[in-house]
């Protein structure tokens, strides 16, 4: 156990009560003592106890009585009974009433650490079990596409809609913030799709060098340029009958972009170097964390790749709008932290700390959630999350956010403006300062936003 467990031994002889409690204390239990089961079982009732060494004739109360005494008590110590009249009769009466064990005397002292040992033991895996059921229950509770956590009506909508898409081969184009969970999305949807048996491949399109993309998309032929010494297949191959998820697609060059317009309408390939095309059936799913109609308008992405990719948009909120799914997210990060460290014991946040998750503004989204709270687990030495494990940027006041502000009034008037001048702020900040798609995200007109960024400074209120 990690921390020391505590054992209360019951006897009414004190050299009994003196050996037991110097051999446990030498293998490093802390140790209780009473002389008979009414003793022990307001120790019982006061103390934490983890395992309950108690003799079966006592006067005042005997073993058995305080057997079936302490099932009324909350408690949650393992008993071990001992006796020098033990029988088969008594033991199997023992166990009936709820004790782990029984121990005769007289005994060898190895015998008593080995049984406490194998009572340890037996706890860790009880926890440990009861720990992973409290997870799959939570996980089915909130699990939604591809694993993803998220009961928020937001998340709730974009499961449903990836659910509809899922079942038939329609180009999706997954969008949102870095760390939002763009690829979680795009492996639910080939999860719950007719072709989760074949092929899932995910490539990052900002991350191969430009002279490489061509091959590494559709391959090449022996000889197509210097190094190429066989022929080798391109991503678009080996997802053949499967789905190739496209990350960060903005970043595509234009002459790439031109190729894989054709591989979207025409469903071939042509490697690098090669005379002939080869047909292939790979659904696309693309994602991004940039504004592609700005790069349109730019002239950075083909208008016309743009509109073939986004058939279906599914767009991911950043975590500093779906603030509902924060304390799913940690429970969940939580469990599986404590699970690969091997840290049972760690049970969820405290208050305090969920309070500054809760205000944190997140830029790093989930992703960066999943980081602190692996950081917080490693760190803790308690059953809950402490603020002192959390980073210390995330102390600091949540600037602008409405929690912060609302505190210092109690006007309904002065409130109201505070919440709807930082959701403007929020608004104006998500959509880079472009005023329609604000008034749009807002759900207001125009010419209302644009009256309502011209209020005067005192109706900011601090903001």
């Known amino acids: 156990m990690t921390e020391t467990a505590k054992v209360l031994v019951i006897d009414d002889e004190e050299n ?12 490093g239990y802390a140790v209780e003592t009473a002389a008979h089961g009414r003793a022990g079982l307001e120790l019982l009732q ?9 003799d079966i004739r006592m006067p005042e109360m005997d073993g058995i009585s305080f057997l079936k005494a302490a099932v009324e008590v909350k408690h949650s110590a393992v008993i071990i009974m001992m006796s020098a009249f033990g029988t088969v009769d008594t033991a199997i009466e023992a166990m009936k009433q709820g004790a782990y064990d029984f121990i005769s005397k007289p005994f060898k002292t190895d015998e008593v650490v080995l049984v406490l040992k194998k009572a340890e033991e037996r706890e860790r895996l009880r926890r440990e079990n009861i720990f992973l059921k409290k997870k799959i229950a939570g996980l089915e509770k909130t699990a939604g596409l591809g694993g993803m956590i998220g009961s928020s009506k937001a998340m709730q909508a974009i499961f449903q809609l990836a659910d509809k898409v899922a079942k038939h081969s329609t180009t999706v184009l997954i969008t949102g913030e870095s760390g939002t969970g763009k690829e979680l999305v795009a492996r639910g949807i080939h999860e719950k799709s007719g072709r989760a048996a074949n092929p899932f491949l995910a490539v990052n399109c900002g991350g191969i060098p430009e002279n490489l993309i061509e091959s590494e998309f559709f391959g090449h032929v022996r000889g197509a340029f210097t190094g190429a010494d066989r022929d080798r297949k391109g991503l678009f191959e080996e997802a053949n009958s499967g789905t190739l998820f496209l990350d960060e697609i903005g970043e595509l060059p234009l002459s790439i972009q031109v190729k894989l317009l054709r591989v979207l309408q025409e469903q071939d390939i042509r490697r690098v170097g090669a005379t002939v095309s080869r047909k292939v059936d790979v659904r696309i799913l693309a994602a991004t964390a940039r504004d592609l109609t700005e790069e349109v308008r730019q002239g950075h992405f083909r208008e016309d790749l743009f509109y073939r990719l986004n058939v279906v948009n599914i767009h991911l909120p950043p975590l500093r709008e779906r603030i509902a799914d ?11 932290f404590a699970i690969s460290m091997n840290r049972p014991e760690i049970e969820g946040a405290a208050p305090a700390a969920l309070q500054m998750l809760l205000t944190h503004s997140w830029p790093g989204n989930v992703r960066e959630l999943e980081n602190v709270l692996e950081r917080a687990v490693l760190l803790t030495d308690d059953r809950l999350i402490q603020p002192d494990n959390l980073p210390k940027m995330l102390a600091g006041r949540r600037n602008g956010h409405p929690l912060d502000l609302l505190l210092s009034t109690s006007s309904i008037k002065k409130g109201r403006q505070i919440v709807e001048q930082w959701l403007i702020e929020r608004a104006m900040e998500v959509t880079g300062g472009n005023k329609s798609r604000a008034a749009e995200l807002l759900e207001i007109s125009y010419p209302s936003l644009l009256g309502k960024l011209k209020l005067p400074d005192d109706a900011n209120i601090g903001l």
């Open 16 to 27: 009994m009560r003196h050996m037991l409690s110097a051999l446990l204390k030498g293998e």
């Open 46 to 54: 006061t103390n934490v106890v983890n395992f309950v060494l108690c």
């Open 326 to 336: 924060i304390p799913p997210l940690c429970d969940h990060f939580i469990e599986k």
